[in-house]
């Protein structure tokens, strides 16, 4: 007969290795289920395959332990791209864009769902490298060095804006950093330029001379007019009288004077200084 094996109280009861295990289990997946989304993320929670219906804000959240969460950031990005993409001449420039942009956050899920999380390379990068060239294509080398930079730059955001808003993502901005001609280009496009601002300061000066040449005619009129109205105005009687006023003032002062009266009614008198020493005569005033 077999014996039958005694308890020993040292030892725990097979059972109670099992509690401790799932108590273990329960606790790491009790502490498995606080999930923290960080800040300007929005997170997409998948289990087994499948996407829950809501995205997950900012912060601490619970969900099944065995749930993944994939966060997404909200925050700007910036994309650079440099492209070498030809011009209405078939000539090829270099064009180096960037591009601003966040996700919406109502969007985030579908994003996952038709992009996934390399989005920038399935969907922002292409767009905006086929957006670029085919704008430049309609664009000459000239008006990309000169004034078709603002008018790409308007087009590239108009264009990729619609783009971009079908599929979750929000754009702010479109920069055209540096547009790179080829050397012998550049040089004839700046010549030309420099030619036409010589000739745009030359027509300046000449027409500053026409300006100066007819104020100067003016300003001839001007005298030649005063100069008849004054002549008009001075009658030989004035004349006449002036002098008689000229004469008497001489003949006031205390210096002793030679006065010889002229032969003829239009003959003021003529004042003679009398000499104040040994040899010479004085000054005479012929009227």
Known sequence: MMGVEKYDGSRPPPTGKYVVLGGLIFLVGFVCAFRVVPPAHAGVVTTFGSVAPETLSSGLHIVYPWSQIINFKLKTQLLDSENVVPTQEGLNVELDVAVLFHLDPKGVRDLYLTLGEDYVEVLVRPELASAVRGLTSEQSAKALYTSGRRVIQTHLFDELQTKFSKRGLL?????????????????????KAQAEQDAARMEFVLTKEEQEAKRKTVEA???????????????????????????????????????????????????????????????????
């Open 221 to 287: 009129d001007g005298i030649a007019k005063f100069q008849h109205i004054v002549s008009e105005g001075i009658s030989p009687q004035l004349l006449q009288w002036k002098g008689i006023e000229a004469t008497e003032k001489l003949a006031e002062s205390k210096n002793a004077k030679l006065v010889i009266v002229g032969n003829s009614d239009n003959n003021l008198p003529v004042l003679l200084s009398a000499p104040t020493g040994g040899g010479g005569g004085g000054a005479a005033f012929d009227s």
């Open 171 to 191: 754009l702010e901005d479109v920069l055209l950093k540096a547009i790179k001609l080829p050397s012998l280009l550049t040089d004839a496009i700046e010549l």
